[in-house]
């Protein structure tokens, strides 16, 4: 199988529409062409992150939802938890590189 026709089942094959005739083909081809695997690999990754379900909050718990993720960002700050001690100055933290400050303004 050529590159073009390669190209072509790649979708498919991604979507588990080819004969397994057409699958041996194809996979044979991705083994023999980096070019072909590297493509068919990108296209999978992002095809799994398409297929990911994306969280849907529940529009009455939306507060909780929001401030969890808040309290989520906060806490993968460099400075986690530091900036409520007030003797953590604004420019301590932006030296300890608080991402949680820049995110505020
Ligand atoms: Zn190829």
Known sequence: MKCIEVEKQIDSLLDGEVSSVI???VEHH?????ICG???EKLRAVN???MKPIPVPDPKRLDE????AFYRLRQSCNCAG??????????????AGCS???ARR
């Open 38 to 40: 590297q493509t068919h």
């Open 82 to 95: 530091k900036q409520n001690n007030p003797k953590n100055s604004r420019r301590d933290r932006k030296k």
């Open 100 to 102: 949680f400050d820049d």
């Open 48 to 50: 799994e992150l398409l």
């Open 65 to 68: 939802f929001v401030m969890d």
């Open 30 to 34: 991705f083994k023999e062409c980096r």
């Open 23 to 25: 699958r041996e083909e």
